[in-house]
């Protein structure tokens, strides 16, 4: 019995110090982000465009507008020439691979930009806006180029031209 006990116990701290071994800290680093955040913030103030800056720099060569709403949303209904990809897909990689000059001008749009089509584009909470981890990320992974949509424009606004499967 003793040693059946003995070896049980065995067992266990040994099954406990696999475990230990086992756990990892997970690649997150928040101090890390709240510094970068406030980085971005600085940059950001000179970067906030209206509708017409806006406009006028998407003509422009070395531009892309840059949906990163779900690809749901983007298939539905966009602003005509914008690529995409999912805010939630963001790598270095998958950035390189979709916008490989860092010093390419990104244009950058969210729900919160477009007003009266709450189907294509509902309104976030505005601290919760896409726009905003967009440009930190944007920013964090050396794309500095960046310029945001700082205004809501009426969705039926004749400057607007959108494209998709539910453009009427």
């Known amino acids: 019995m003793k040693k059946w006990i003995l070896a049980a116990s065995f067992l266990v701290i040994s099954h406990s110090s696999l475990l230990a071994a086992e756990v990892r800290p997970a690649t997150v680093d928040y101090p890390a982000f709240a510094a970068l955040t406030e980085t971005a913030a600085t940059h950001r103030k000179q970067r906030l465009v209206d509708l017409n800056r806006f406009l006028s720099l998407a003509k422009t060569p070395q531009t892309v507008i840059l949906d990163t709403r779900s690809a749901a949303a983007y298939q539905l209904k966009h602003i005509k020439g914008a690529i ?40 976030k909470s505005a601290p919760l806006a896409l726009n905003i981890p967009t440009f930190i990320n944007l920013y964090g992974y050396g794309y500095q180029n960046i ?22």
């Open 84 to 123: 995409h990809l999912n805010f939630s897909d963001f790598t270095a990689d998958k950035l390189a691979k979709l916008i490989p000059d860092k010093q390419t001008r990104i244009l950058i749009y969210c729900n919160n930009n477009l007003d009266n089509d709450p189907v294509n584009f509902p309104t």
């Open 147 to 168: 310029y945001e949509l700082s205004e809501l424009v009426d969705s039926k606004d004749q400057r607007l031209i959108f494209a998709g499967s539910d453009v009427r």
